[in-house]
C-alpha cells in the first residue's frame, strides 16, 4: 500500500465553492432553472472537476486495456480464452464496436496489451505494457502479486499522465478480456462488500449451469484468497485481473491530474470500486457511464448512491458505453459554454420568482 | 376526419419479414449475441423503418413549432405569453439550448410560427406557417376549429414532405409554446384515458397552488370541451394546440414517406399520442428520445408500453431531448454498418453455442 502513496496523495477533494458561482450561471441561461436536468448535473461536475467556472472539452481519448484470466478454466465465460487476442487484433484494425463508437463520437483510442497471454507479435498500434501473459486462476490462488498489481496500476498511471500531458480532456476506461467479469463480481463482492450472488451475472451470455458454477467459482476465489482480502490492494492483486488494476491507475492519476474519467461499464466500476477504496476523493473525478445489463451493475450504483449517464441494456465492455456517455457529457459542457443568458437574448425571466 | 384519410392511408406496417435477416446481422458482428442491448434494438428498428437491410443514415433534422396558447390566461406556466416569441428570436439567434444541441449532433433546425401571438415581424430564417396567433382558451371552449386543426396538421404534412424531399433521413420533433404542457396533458387524460392528475406536472416550474389550479383548469377544459371529445381530430382541436397539430402531421407524414421520427419530449409526445390514435400503424416509425422529468411522461410511456432512449430529468421541450438520442440512434446504425463480422476479423465464435 505504501508504494501507492505517492499516487494516492495527489488526490485532493473538488473545490466545491465554486459550485454556486457555476450554478448561477445555469440558471441565467434561457431555460427554466433546471429544465435540463441531469445535463446541468454533469456539466457542474465537469467545471469541479476541472476546477474551473470556464470549462474546455477539447480532447477526448478510450483506453482500451487487454488481459488474459487463469480462472477462465473454469469454464466462467461463453467465449475461449483465444479471444483476447482475437478482438485485440480486430481493434487494432478498426473493426471492434469501440471503433465504431469513438469515431462516431470523435474520441482518441489507445488499445493497450497489459496482460494477454498471446504474444501479439506484429501487432502494429498496440500499446505494449504487458506485466505478465495472464492471471493464474484465482478459484485456486491469487491472480497475481502485490508486486505485479502495482506494476499493472503503474501502466495505468503512466497512461493517464501520458494523456494529460497530451492535452486530453476527457478520458474514458476500457477492457477486453475473456473471463474479466469473474474476478470482477469477485472484487464487489470483496469491497463493497455483499454476497457473491448479487454481484454475478451471465457476462457474454452463459447458461443457468455455467452461472451456477461461475458463482461457486467465485466463492471459492474469495475463500482461498480470504488471507489476501485485508487492504482494497490485496484484493486487487488476489481476486482482479492486469487489466482491471491497469484501469485503477488510470483513474487514480487521471484524479489526481483533475482529469475527469468517464468509467464504461461492469468492469471498469469494478476497478473504479477498488480506486474508491483506496482513495475517498477519488470519486469527485468519475463519471459512470451507463448501467449495464450484467447482474450486479444496479447493486453496485445503488450501494453507492451513483447515477450513471446511459441505460441501454450494453454488456459488451471495451469501453462502448463510456464513448456514448462522453457525448452526452460534451453536450452538458457545450450547454454551459454556448448558450445565450435571459439578458444578452431579452427573454423574460420566471414571471412567479 | 376524413379529411386526413390520404395522409392517414399512406403509412403502412413495417415488413417485418426482414427483422431475421437485420438479426443475423447483429448477430454475426464481433460482439456476443445481443450484448449491444437496447443499440440492437434501436438498430434493428431504423433498418424495419426504412424497409432495409442496408441502412444509410445520412441528413439528421429537427423542426421546432412555436404557437401560444390561450389557457396561459389562467396562471398555468411560470412564465409569461410573451416568452414564446423572445425565445423564437432566440433560436434564430442560435442562442436556445436546442441551437446548441442540434449543432452539437449535425442536425438542421427548422423554427416554424405555426401559431405564435406575436406577428415576429423582421424575424430571419423563420419558416413562416401560422395557421392562427395562438389558440383559445381551452377551459372556457376549444382550442380551435377542426378547420384550423387540419391546417396545422397540414403545415406539419408538408415540411415532413420537405424533409424527406431534401434527403433527410432522421427527422426529430420540437416545440416551443408558453403553456403548452396544459394542452399536452389534457390530450394525455382524453386519449390514453386516465385520470387528469396522473398526468400533469408542473411545467416549466410552478409550485404547488399553480399546480392544483392548473389541474382543476385541465379538468375543466374536458368538461366544458367534453362534446368535441369523440375522436383524435375533434380532441386535438378542442384542447390540443397548434405546434401540437403540427407535430402530428409531421409525424404522420415521415411515417408515410417511412422517415424515422425521433420524438421529443412531453408536449412532442402527446402529439404522438394523437397521431398514434389517428393510425394504428404510425408507432412503426417513431423513437421515443427520452423519458421527461415532467411527472406524466412515465405514465404515458408505462400505458403505450414505450421504452424511451434516454432518461436525463429534462423538461425544456424545443427538441432537446430528441437531438441527442439522434446521436444514440446514429450510433447504433453505425455499429450496424461499421463492425466487422467474426468471419472477416477471424474471431472466434462462442464456445458453448
Redesign the interface.
Known sequence: MKRLLPILNAITPVDRSLESEIRAHLDN???????????EDLATSYCLMTGTTAPRLAKKRIVTFAGDHGVAAEGV????S??TP??V??ML?G???I???T??VGADLQVVDIGVADPLEGASGLVRKKVRGGTDNISAGPAMSEEEAIQAIQVGVDLANGAADDGVTLLGTGEMGIANTTPSSALYAALIPCPVIEVTGRG????DT?LKNKIEVIERSLTVNGHMLQNPLTTLAAVGGLEIAGICGLILAAAGRKLPVVVDGFISSAAALVAMRLSRSVADYLFFSHCS?EAGHRTFFDRMAIRP????????GEG?GGA?AM??I??AV??YN???TFD??????????
Chains 1, 2 share one sequence.
Do not use: C, W
Not at 465465460?77 to 475461449?80: H, I
Open positions: 441561461l434561457t431555460k427554466p432553472p433546471g429544465s435540463l436536468g441531469f445535463l465465460s461463453a467465449f475461449p483465444e479471444v482475437q478482438m487484433y480486430n484494425g473493426g471492434a464496436a471503433n465504431v463508437l469515431r462516431h457474454t451470455g452463459i447458461d455455467r445489463a449517464i446511459l441505460d441501454l441494456d450494453l454488456r459488451l462502448t456514448l457525448q452526452v460534451e453536450a457545450k450547454i454556448e448558450m445565450a444578452s437574448a431579452g427573454v423574460s425571466s420566471k414571471a412567479d420568482s
